[in-house]
């Protein structure tokens, strides 16, 4: 295990030197007007809290898939060494197109956060020049947004809206459907960028506030990538974290408890990254019932819930809307031409048995108002496993330098 370099004698914390000095604090030399715009600034710093947060989440569920994928594909003597030392299998390759400040904290949020060593993380900027401490460190730097986008697995769009058509125009013949393309750029929703790119395997977190949470307390005092070391913090980001049941004489209720943060995601946003994981296993040939029974490992760790989360997943895949499957990957075998999700007369315990594969879903499509996300709001034991696994993501294992 390698030391982190900033760790010191306080734990590796930053320690804010002008707190209880009200002459040094920024707010000092505000005018009224301008101290109007203050929380303008706690929502920004939230909101980059969101953005790394929602990252390192993803690549550390992706590669909790990849890794199961490649066991399954692999049944050898070597693979199940892999997964029994907890060593990566495979492990995704993560892009970055556009890295000023969000994404600069990216990179540090990914190599502390997810465990991505510096040889796998490739950034294309105007100015690779301003990212020499980095490149010097093995990340690989360049001005080249096609090249970024073949190598790897994992793309973060963080460039500015002015130049995204151009960067789209570039980068859109390079995406497959084993890659998932994780957009950061205001003002472009995920349907307006699978219009463009012609692709729909795309994340883009969609942040709520309200005039209660922005009076929410909130330190701006720490860097947004350092925030994530906080256990108690990562777990109120997580969507579901919101969410508890109260036991009435009718039976269980579900309360949606008022925000915690002054910027939070919806569940919808937890859904795309699930879907966006069963994506991927299908696009390498994993049929239906193993994807979802590496859900179940990587999403809740635990073998208990497999056949809750089997059934879920599997009825989802049966009463998809037509409009939300953009193709299927695999046809069925020559005698049987037809696709599974045409035959609707399969009972729910056949299909669990049948050899199928998913579809090929739109992500710019899915939203909380499907099944998989019902079970986790209504199931307290299914989302107090998920939130755990979505908190256990932030443990710094190992430290990449």
Known sequence: MLKDKEANSNGGK???????????????????EQSLLLPLRTRAHCTTVECLAGACYLVSV??????????????????????????EGDPAKIGIIGCGRLGRQLIKALKSYANV?????????????????FANAGVNVDFNNVWVTSQCDIVFLCCLPAVVNQVCAEI?????????LYSF?????????????????????????????????????????DCLGNKQLTEKLCPLS??????????????????????????????????GCVNYATSQEVMSDVVVDI??????????????????????????????????????????????????????HQSAQAAAYFPYWDLTQI??????AEVLIMNRNLRKAFIRRFTASFDRLVQFQ
Do not use: C
């Open 62 to 87: 992706m590669n909790g898939v990849r890794k199961e994928v490649f066991v399954v594909k692999n049944k050898t003597r070597a693979a199940q060494r892999i997964m029994q030392m907890g060593i």
């Open 172 to 180: 859109k013949n390079h995406l497959m459907k084993n890659k998932v």
């Open 367 to 372: 939203d909380e108002k499907n099944q998989l």
């Open 185 to 225: 750029v205001a003002g472009y929703s995920a349907k307006k960028l699978a219009n463009i790119l012609k692709f729909t395997n795309i994340i883009k977190p969609d942040f709520i506030y309200n005039e209660y949470s922005s009076k929410l307390p909130w330190s701006v005092s720490t860097l947004p990538a």
């Open 242 to 275: 919101q969410i508890s049941n109260t036991s009435t004489e009718e039976g269980e209720q579900v309360i949606v408890q008022p925000p915690v943060l002054p910027v939070f995601m919806d569940v919808s946003w937890l859904m795309r990254i699930v879907f």
């Open 117 to 133: 060593p510096n040889e796998l993380i490739y950034v294309s900027t105007r100015r690779p020049e301003s990212l020499s401490d």
């Open 295 to 348: 859900g179940n490992k990587v999403f809740f760790q635990s073998a208990k819930l497999e056949t809750i989360l089997k059934e879920v997943l599997l009825e989802e895949h049966f009463q998809l809307p037509s409009e939300s499957v953009v193709t299927h990957l695999f046809e069925a075998a020559e005698s049987d031409r037809s696709t599974y999700l045409e035959q609707t007369n399969i009972s729910m």
């Open 14 to 32: 930053h320690t804010d030197i002008s707190a209880g000095l009200p002459s040094l604090q920024f707010e000092t030399a505000l005018t009224q």
